[in-house]
C-alpha cells in the first residue's frame, strides 16, 4: 500500500532565507508520480511542482526546487528567497504509475511561518 | 493557474438531511475528483470521474454517497441522509488527463461541512 509522511509538523524561518521540507513515501510501483501543494490560509489548495519518477533531473519552478533521492524514496521541497506570502500549509502527494484513477496520497503537511 | 470553483464555502446542515456540494471544474478538463480532510488529517481520496461514470471509489465513499455531473455543468457531491462523521471538508479537483503533466489535480479552496 502506499504511504507519504511528512514528518516535520511546522517550520519558522526568517523571509528571504531558505526552507527545506522532508518528505518520504512508500510504493511498490516503478513508476510514481510525486507532488507538492500548498495550502493558504483562505483554504485554498495550490499545486507547486511535480517530479515524474523517471525523471533523473530535479525539478524546478520558480523559486521552489525539489531535492529527488530516489534510493532513499525522498522528494524534499526546497524554497528559496521565502516571502512572506510562502506561509502556509505545504503537501506532498504520490499517485503510483500503475492502474486507472489518478489516485493522490498526501501527507498530513507541514506548516510553514515565514517571519518578517 | 487553473481554477477550480466550490459552491458554498461551508454548509451546516442537519443529521439525516440531505446536502450537495456544488464544484465547477477547469473548463478544459475531463477527470473530476473528491477529496475529504478531516480537521489535522491528510486529505483522503473518495472519488474520480470520468465521461459521466465513476472510475474508482474509496471505502470512504460511502453507499450515501453520490456523484454526477449533468450536461456539462456542476460536478456535484450528494450526500443523502448526511451522517454526524460527514463533518469534513470536502475538496473538489480536475484533471485534463492521466497520464504525464496531463495528471497534475487542480484543487479547490473546499466547502467546510458542518453535520450538526
Known amino acids: 500500500a502506499q504511504k507519504v509522511t511528512q514528518t516535520q509538523t511546522s517550520i519558522s524561518v526568517m523571509e528571504k532565507t531558505t526552507v527545506t521540507m522532508d518528505c518520504v513515501y512508500e510504493?511498490?510501483?516503478?513508476?510514481?508520480?510525486l507532488f507538492w501543494y500548498k495550502q493558504t490560509a483562505s483554504g485554498e489548495i495550490v499545486f507547486l511542482i511535480r517530479?515524474?519518477?523517471?525523471?533523473?533531473e530535479n525539478a524546478t519552478v520558480g523559486h521552489y526546487s525539489l531535492n529527488f533521492q530516489k534510493p532513499k524514496s525522498s522528494i524534499g521541497l526546497i524554497i528559496t528567497a521565502t516571502q512572506i506570502e510562502d506561509s502556509a500549509v505545504y503537501f506532498c502527494?504520490?499517485?503510483?504509475?500503475?492502474?486507472?484513477?489518478?489516485?493522490?496520497?498526501f501527507g498530513i503537511g507541514t506548516r510553514v511561518l515565514v517571519r518578517p | 493557474g487553473p481554477k477550480v470553483l466550490q459552491i458554498p464555502s461551508h454548509q451546516i446542515i442537519d443529521m439525516g438531511q440531505m446536502v450537495t456540494l456544488n464544484c465547477d471544474p477547469v473548463s478544459n478538463h475531463l477527470y473530476f475528483y473528491w477529496y475529504k480532510q478531516i480537521l489535522g488529517q491528510q486529505m483522503e481520496f473518495l472519488v474520480n470521474f470520468y465521461n459521466g461514470k465513476v472510475m474508482e471509489k474509496s471505502k470512504l465513499f460511502k453507499d450515501q454517497f453520490s456523484v454526477e455531473r449533468p450536461d456539462g455543468s456542476y460536478f456535484t457531491l450528494k450526500i443523502q441522509p448526511t451522517a454526524l462523521e460527514d463533518s469534513a471538508v470536502y475538496f473538489c479537483a480536475s484533471s485534463l488527463g492521466l497520464g504525464g503533466p496531463q495528471n497534475t489535480l487542480y484543487f479547490g479552496a473546499g466547502t467546510r461541512l458542518s453535520v450538526l
Open positions: 502527494a504520490m499517485r503510483e504509475g500503475q492502474g486507472a484513477g489518478n489516485k493522490l496520497t
Open positions: 517530479q515524474d519518477s523517471y525523471k533523473k
Open positions: 510504493t511498490q510501483d516503478s513508476s510514481y508520480f
